[in-house]
T-cell receptor, first 112, second 114 residues
């Protein structure tokens, strides 16, 4: 069965600093991986997705993620954090039935 | 991009009443939609998969008679919480599958049952 582990339920960075949110997955088949962002009391917005093309995936708002099969990881990064990046981020893997399995989420705090 | 709407965004009801939540795909047709539930400070839990023109598929532990799902058209799925109780209070989010494996989410509905 597919599963996702997000290391760190809370991450705090200073404005302008590198953002790194960690995601490791477990999948019995080649995975489709996603990062979503959720602002308070809102739905989820798709940041980026990996669907077996390029291993380095660029998304919206300056975010990118690299698929590393050997490490079963799909970490999300952004070179320079903005205050507007403060939100909760979810990593997800698609199972063979096209259902999304979500990680527990990581709350990103950006300090001024 | 693909836009999914939900209505209402927030609803407060008395215990024992039924509440209907609508999920619409605004600029595309969605043969498959999903309904999730999210408790405070937790991740999303898939409740059911809604397929246009057929019965919904419920996840284990989700009461299908309590959470009625109808997907009557390619742009609309509805979730009805029947005889709602305070423990049904939650944030309900729908999504629509656009391409294989990719889901776009609605803004969510906050249900509070008094």
């Amino acid at each position: 069965a597919q599963s996702v582990t997000q290391l760190g339920s809370h991450v705090s960075v200073s404005e302008g600093a590198l953002v790194l949110l960690r995601c490791n997955y477990s999948s019995s088949v080649p995975p489709y991986l996603f990062w979503y962002v959720q602002y308070p009391n809102q739905g989820l917005q798709l940041l980026l997705k990996y669907t077996s093309a390029a291993t380095l995936v660029k998304g919206i708002n300056g975010f990118e993620a690299e698929f590393k099969k050997s490490e079963t990881s799909f970490h999300l990064t952004k070179p320079s954090a903005h205050m507007s990046d403060a939100a909760e981020y979810f990593c997800a893997v698609s199972d063979p039935g096209n259902k999304l399995v979500f990680g527990a989420g990581t709350i990103l705090r950006v300090k001024s | 991009g693909a836009v999914v709407s939900q209505h209402p965004s927030r609803v407060i009801c008395k215990s024992g009443t039924s509440v209907k939540i609508e999920c619409r795909s605004l600029d595309f047709q969605a043969t498959t939609m999903f309904w999730y539930r999210q408790f405070p400070k937790q991740s999303l839990m898939l409740m059911a998969t809604s397929n246009e023109g057929s019965k919904a598929t419920y996840e284990q532990g989700v009461e299908k008679d309590k959470f009625l799902i109808n997907h009557a058209s390619l742009t609309l799925s509805t979730l009805t919480v029947t005889s709602a109780h305070p423990e049904d209070s939650s944030f309900y989010i729908c999504s629509a599958r656009v391409l294989a494996y990719t889901q776009y989410f609605g803004p969510g509905t906050r249900l509070t049952v008094l």
